[in-house]
């Protein structure tokens, strides 16, 4: 289940910033520091997404 999601945000944050939509930037970098409050902050697919957030 995770996976899904994750891979969703991984989509929806080019497309997001694409379309210069910022609430959902914003609601993506939620769900991110939510992540990193859980067992998941290690796994590489919220690596990947901390990426996309914060370096692209």
């Known amino acids: 289940m ?3 999601y994750n891979r969703n945000d991984e989509e929806a944050l ?3 910033r694409t379309m210069r939509s910022r609430v ?3 609601r993506i970098k939620t ?3 939510q992540l990193q ?3 998941l ?3 590489p697919e919220v690596g990947r997404l901390s990426y996309l957030l914060f370096h692209t």
């Open 2 to 4: 995770f996976n899904t």
């Open 14 to 16: 080019p497309l997001a």
């Open 24 to 26: 959902n930037v914003e």
């Open 31 to 33: 769900l991110y520091k």
């Open 37 to 39: 409050a859980t067992s």
């Open 41 to 43: 902050r290690n796994n």
